[in-house]
């Protein structure tokens, strides 16, 4: 009997420790229920935004991350990394349907549990490019085993994921063949792809045993949203072809001007926002830059080589890499160098004759008094002969034998400071020469 006792004394005494040393039932309801909400399109910066996020709930020490999710979708591997985001969470993250169409319903599934507005739908994840649907099977094989992945996790049905993909599967009672699934609250409830169906996140927590729940609203601060927006495609490339387009015309101008400002400013916002969301590296910014300055040591030298194609390379890759992919920084890079030669275009066409170009390359006053010719008496100068006062890339100036001082083009070729040239014709003022 004492034996018995003893066993029993110390079977307490055991529970008794355990349970002093457990935190209390109370302290572990303490953190605040973090709400993000996910709306709009899923973009490339998207999961820059969502990781920022996460780390604000984590601070905050959150007891649950509910993802108040309502869009269309967007880009599969924005959404793939915001998965990833979830996955690595060590607080629990449900989502909060009103509507989650493809890359919506593709996070949706990824978070720990799923709860249902009335009104709203989940599913269509078939992916699509170019305003197409994608048919290639190895494409819609990726797509479909990770949903079907993140389907088991959760020990939901696999085969209605993969209906959300493919049109060929029906299940009955749910989709037809020919049809791509899209879930109402109702079924979605029905086949196991809800947990509940509420009016609002705010009944959440309750249900998931939560009580008394302090709500945290997350809200993107202007900096992410400011990055957000630089680093959309179409932004990027109208601030790369503005960049590159003032490039352009600061290399082929004398002096430091406004073309050069505008140029630095330009790609200073590119590459701040790309590496604020966390697509550009430090290094990609240095390759920029090497390549900046092998394109003006190439200007100061005869003819294009090694520099100058060296210095294309460098600016080009830097450019790529710091987009959020490689087939995006293809098609930024190929959309500004399209946009910037007809800027370009513009500025040599139209601006010439404007104050504002003065401004643009800082040139000097053309007055008599410092032995330049009015457009009207240069036709006394064809075949004349001098020397070029400043480099010709293609545009510059130089000295006739008489002394005389003229705007002067090339047809496309550099000449250095002091190569020899002759007159052959004239255009807008300026005279077209050769070298001797």
Same mark, same amino acid.
Request: proline share 4%; aromatic share 8%; net charge negative.
């Given at each position: 009997?004492?034996?018995?006792?003893?066993?029993?004394?110390?079977?307490?005494?055991?529970?008794?420790?355990?349970?002093?040393?457990? @935190?209390?039932?109370?302290?572990?309801?303490?953190?605040?229920?973090?709400?993000?909400?996910?709306?709009?399109?899923?973009?490339?910066?998207?999961?820059?935004?969502?990781?920022?996020?996460?780390?604000?709930?984590?601070?905050?020490?959150?007891?649950?991350?509910?993802?108040?999710?309502?869009?269309?979708?967007?880009?599969?591997?924005?959404?793939?990394?915001?998965?990833?985001?979830?996955?690595? =969470?060590?607080? @629990?993250?449900?989502?909060?349907?009103?509507?989650?169409?493809?890359?919506?319903?593709?996070?949706?599934?990824?978070?720990?549990?799923?709860?249902?507005? @009335?009104?709203?739908?989940?599913?269509?994840?078939?992916?699509?490019?170019?305003?197409?649907?994608?048919?290639?099977?190895?494409?819609?094989?990726?797509?479909?085993?990770?949903?079907?992945?993140?389907?088991?996790?959760?020990?939901?049905?696999?085969?209605?994921?993969?209906?959300?993909?493919?049109?060929?599967?029906?299940? @009955?009672?749910?989709?037809?063949?020919?049809?791509?699934?899209?879930?109402?609250?109702?079924?979605?409830?029905?086949?196991?792809?809800?947990?509940?169906?509420?009016?609002?996140?705010?009944?959440?927590?309750?249900?998931?045993?939560?009580?008394?729940?302090?709500?945290?609203?997350?809200?993107?601060?202007?900096?992410?949203?400011?990055?957000?927006?630089?680093?959309?495609?179409?932004?990027?490339?109208?601030?790369?072809?503005?960049?590159?387009?003032?490039?352009?015309?600061?290399?082929?101008?004398?002096?430091?001007?406004?073309?050069?400002?505008? =140029?630095?400013?330009?790609?200073?916002?590119?590459?701040?926002?790309?590496?604020?969301?966390?697509?550009?590296?430090?290094?990609?910014?240095?390759?920029?830059?090497?390549?900046?300055?092998?394109?003006?040591?190439?200007?100061?030298?005869?003819?294009?080589?090694?520099?100058?194609?060296?210095?294309?390379?460098?600016?080009?890759?830097?450019?790529?890499?710091?987009?959020?992919?490689?087939?995006?920084?293809?098609?930024?890079?190929?959309?500004?160098?399209?946009?910037?030669?007809?800027?370009?275009?513009?500025?040599?066409?139209?601006?010439?004759?404007?104050?504002?170009?003065?401004?643009?390359?800082? =040139?000097?006053?053309?007055?008599?008094?410092?032995?330049?010719?009015?457009?009207?008496?240069?036709?006394?100068?064809?075949?004349?002969?001098?020397?070029?006062?400043?480099?010709?890339?293609? =545009?510059?100036?130089?000295?006739?034998?008489?002394?005389?001082?003229?705007?002067?083009?090339?047809?496309?070729?550099?000449?250095?400071?002091?190569?020899?040239?002759?007159?052959?014709?004239?255009?807008?003022?300026?005279?077209?020469?050769?070298?001797?």
């Amino acid at each position: 009997m004492t034996g018995k006792i003893r066993k029993v004394a110390a079977v307490a005494a055991i529970i008794l420790i355990g349970l002093a040393l457990s @935190p209390p039932a109370q302290a572990e309801r303490q953190g605040p229920v973090f709400v993000v909400p996910l709306t709009g399109d899923i973009d490339s910066a998207l999961p820059a935004s969502m990781k920022l996020a996460f780390a604000d709930a984590s601070k905050a020490q959150a007891r649950l991350i509910i993802l108040n999710i309502d869009t269309f979708g967007g880009l599969v591997d924005a959404s793939d990394r915001i998965k990833t985001i979830i996955y690595d =969470s060590s607080i @629990p993250v449900y989502a909060y349907v009103k509507k989650a169409i493809s890359g919506g319903a593709y996070v949706s599934l990824a978070c720990d549990r799923i709860y249902m507005h @009335p009104g709203a739908t989940l599913g269509a994840v078939e992916p699509v490019a170019g305003g197409q649907p994608v048919t290639d099977e190895k494409h819609l094989s990726v797509i479909e085993g990770q949903l079907r992945s993140m389907a088991e996790r959760q020990g939901r049905d696999p085969q209605i994921a993969s209906a959300m993909v493919r049109k060929e599967i029906a299940i @009955p009672e749910v989709v037809e063949e020919g049809k791509l699934l899209t879930l109402t609250a109702k079924m979605a409830a029905e086949v196991g792809y809800a947990e509940g169906i509420v009016t609002g996140y705010e009944e959440i927590p309750e249900l998931a045993g939560i009580n008394a729940a302090d709500f945290i609203i997350y809200k993107e601060s202007w900096s992410i949203g400011l990055a957000r927006f630089l680093s959309n495609p179409y932004v990027a490339a109208v601030l790369l072809a503005i960049g590159l387009a003032a490039l352009a015309i600061e290399l082929f101008t004398a002096g430091f001007g406004v073309a050069g400002i505008i =140029s630095l400013i330009a790609f200073a916002l590119y590459f701040g926002g790309n590496l604020f969301v966390g697509f550009a590296r430090s290094e990609y910014i240095i390759l920029f830059i090497l390549g900046i300055v092998l394109l003006g040591a190439e200007v100061f030298t005869a003819g294009f080589g090694i520099l100058g194609i060296g210095g294309l390379a460098c600016v080009a890759v830097s450019i790529v890499l710091s987009a959020a992919t490689l087939t995006e920084g293809l098609l930024t890079l190929g959309l500004a160098l399209f946009l910037s030669v007809i800027i370009v275009v513009i500025a040599f066409r139209f601006l010439r004759k404007s104050p504002l170009w003065n401004k643009l390359i800082l =040139s000097d006053a053309e007055t008599k008094e410092r032995g330049y010719v009015g457009p009207k008496d240069l036709n006394i100068y064809l075949g004349a002969e001098g020397v070029a006062m400043t480099p010709l890339r293609p =545009s510059g100036t130089v000295q006739l034998a008489n002394g005389a001082k003229f705007d002067a083009l090339t047809q496309g070729n550099y000449l250095a400071v002091g190569t020899e040239v002759v007159v052959i014709g004239f255009s807008s003022g300026a005279v077209v020469v050769t070298e001797k």
